[in-house]
């Protein structure tokens, strides 16, 4: 996460801005499976628990401007609620997510919404997916009363489906036009720290390797 | 939890953590318990500054214009990465640096006579400093441009001295060194804690003056780093590693009794009416109070401020060594310093910890010269811990226990057992450049 400001090339119109996001959600709602759909367009029915991806990115073009997003996913640290607080750290955008078919889970979410006002960045934005709605045969959930408790927490909210992508890219875009691009500012706090990379030279952690 | 594992670590501290991720990254199946309900156990930063009161039991709450209590990121324990370091190396191999940020820390200083000095440490800085006389600076740019040059495996830069065989005191006196100038080069940069390495081979000591300079080089102030918002954010980086590839993890979980065979390996953890089966368990002392022992005591003070340190060209961050001679001790007393630009405190706020090995009844006391150069303080938390070590290397039992964390301001000698624990548990030696062919690159 060395760079997380926004930077304009020098001949193009294009802004490149770079944000962090975090998926919160009970386990099993679907989180890497939102994030699978969007990053490669693809889903698997038996999706195993997170492993094995530290982030995954992924850009979504606007008017002017290129957003791209580092997404982090729980690596089943919420499982047992052991998230560690470094999680949240200079996240500047989160999609909260609940399974329709599960009352709990939905519960759940508003506590993870709690969370993040409590432990995230003030200007954090936030959205609220109710997932798997192409089971709306099993429904639980219902998509009024997840809007107007979106609506009260100014959440973005969407019933999303990682299996038919419905509403999947849109709400990462809905997010993308929600989020604050002014040059820089985008850095959390803003200070650039060292990168420990180039302390290696065999590490192959600077470049054209 | 009542599965089998490969390997159950108990305790979240940075040793631990690293273990648990290692051993993730190379495919065994890992639980990883802290009783606490946070990461970190020991290395925890602490967080927001009213838990830091609690903490130690102050009966006051913190003053409102210590706010906001959420900008205090409170180390335990204070440590500064080498730049180039081993613990480096391991978040660079194991990608962790990717979840952390990193700020340099802005100077290295130590205290002679009744004066705080600059560290000098390239051959530049030994010929302006004004830590030693004309003469003595000339000996030490040469000793300096002989260890610069010096390599373990080509004899024609040893300059006719053999290293594994001359002890660093005969070193000293070959390039005509004096007491103080021997004493910052074996404290100030070999960072010895006590004068034991005067007698030892000199290779030690010239390899670690050869680290500071290499780390120093890197980063030009000063040869260490610190990670923002604390040192905290170390075991949360290597506990992700170790869930991204597949650990378990249960904060918040107790664990009531380490279960053994009938051979005496251990084959479990026990936690309520729990419980994990597993090959080997790794766990902090504070564990198995039965499998260890003490090997001496730290006293740390941490000093909140609202000023840099005097004499530190208004450093915002610093360490400052007081070698053991300076002083008529065994052990040297360390200051360390960070502030708002490493988000471990609010703007205008600095936070210095003072430490060192007890040598008496008065550990408080003991500290006063360190605590002095630091000028008014507005509050004192006060902790002396005892240092315990396993009594057995677990090879056998199967039962790996970390040694507690040292008074050394740096992670050296932290990594140093993180690599033999790694090695009782796996019966090899660390590999790293194995560790990258197991990390996946994703982008």
Known sequence: ???????????????????????????????????????????????????????LTQTVCLDDTTVKFEIWDTAGQERYHSLAPMYYRGAQAAIVVYDITNQDTFSRAKTWVKEL???????????????????????????????????????????????????????????????????GGSGGNGSSGVSLERTDPSSGGGCCK | MDQEYDVIVLGTGLKECVISGLMSVSGK??????????????SASITPLTDLFKHFKKDEKPPENFGPFRDWNVDLIPKFIMSTGQLSKLLIH???????????????????????????ATETEALATSLMGIFEKRRFKKFLSFVASYKEDDPKTWDGSDLQKMTMQELFTKFGLDSNTADFTGHAMALHTDDNYLREPAIHTVKRVILYCESLAAFKKSPYLYPLYGLGELPQGFARLSAV?????????????IVY??????????????????????????????????????????????????????????????????????????????????????????????????????????????????????????????????????????????????ATTHFETACQDILSMYKRITEKEFDFSQIKDNIHTEE
């Open chain 2, 261 to 406: 065979d009938s051979e005496g390996k251990v084959c479990g953890v026990r936690s309520g009416d729990d419980i994990a089966k597993c090959k080997k368990v790794v766990c902090d002392p504070s564990y198995v109070p039965d499998k260890v022992q003490k090997a001496g005591r730290v006293a740390r003070i941490i000093c909140i401020m609202n000023h840099t340190i005097p004499n530190t060209n208004n450093s915002t961050s610093c360490q400052l060594i007081l070698p053991q001679n300076q002083l008529n001790r065994k052990h040297d007393i360390y200051v360390c310093m960070v502030s708002s630009v490493h988000n471990v405190a609010p703007k205008d706020y600095y936070v210095a910890m003072v430490s060192s090995m007890v040598e008496t009844n008065d550990p408080e006391c003991e500290l006063k010269p360190g605590l002095d150069l630091l000028g008014p303080i507005l509050r004192k938390f006060v902790s002396i811990s005892d240092v315990y070590e396993p009594k057995d290397a677990g090879e056998e039992n199967g039962l790996v226990i970390s040694k507690s964390y040292d």
């Open chain 2, 245 to 257: 590839y597949g650990g378990t993890y249960m904060l918040n979980k107790p664990c009531d009794e």
């Open chain 2, 29 to 42: 199946k890992v639980l990883h318990m802290d009783r606490n309900s946070y990461y970190g156990g020991e």
């Open chain 1, 1 to 55: 996460m060395a760079n997380r400001t926004a930077s304009r090339p020098a001949n193009g119109q294009n802004k490149i801005c770079q944000f962090k996001l975090v998926l919160l959600g009970e386990s099993a709602v679907g989180k890497s499976s939102l994030v699978l759909r969007f990053v490669k367009g693809q889903f698997h029915e038996f999706q195993e628990s997170t492993i094995g991806a530290a982030f």
């Open chain 1, 117 to 183: 006002q409590r432990q995230a960045s003030p200007n954090i934005v936030i959205a609220l997916a109710g997932n798997k709605c192409d089971l709306s045969n099993k429904r639980m959930v219902e998509c009024e009363e997840a809007q107007a408790y979106a609506e009260e927490n100014s959440l973005l909210f969407m019933e999303t489906s990682a299996k038919t992508a419905m509403n999947v890219n849109d709400i990462f875009l809905a997010i993308a036009k929600k989020l604050p691009k002014n040059d």
């Open chain 2, 94 to 120: 194991t990608g962790v640096t990717r979840y952390l940020e990193f700020k340099q820390i802005e100077g290295s200083y130590v205290f002679k006579g009744k004066k705080v000095y600059k560290v000098p």
